[in-house]
């Protein structure tokens, strides 16, 4: 009898690691937005047509802080930020 990969939950691969997200934000946020709040930064995103989860990535951000880079703000992320989302089983 051979082992199979047990069935049921398995460990979640998001659909962008870090890196991609990270990337994908500072594409979007260029420098000249900086410094900026939360509400500047959401409203910057949404007018670039970001993706809902760079929109939801940042609702950890606190609304009256400024941040000056978008490395400052995926390190707030980082270490603040939304737990990641399990996929549901199919």
């Known amino acids: 009898m051979t082992a199979s990969a047990p ?9 962008r690691t870090t890196a991609d997200w990270r990337a994908e ?4 946020l260029r420098p000249h937005v900086f410094p900026a ?3 500047e930064l959401l409203a910057a995103l949404i007018r670039r047509g970001a993706p ?3 929109l939801w990535r940042l609702t950890c951000l606190p609304r ?4 000056t880079s978008v ?4 390190g ?8 990641p989302v399990v996929a549901e089983p199919m």
Do not use: K, M
């Open 52 to 54: 809902s989860e760079l």
């Open 25 to 28: 934000l500072a594409t979007l």
């Open 71 to 74: 490395e400052e703000v995926c």
């Open 7 to 15: 069935s049921g939950p398995a460990t979640h691969t998001p659909s």
């Open 37 to 39: 709040n939360q509400d």
């Open 64 to 67: 009256t802080r400024r941040f």
């Open 76 to 83: 707030f992320v980082a270490a603040h930020g939304p737990a």
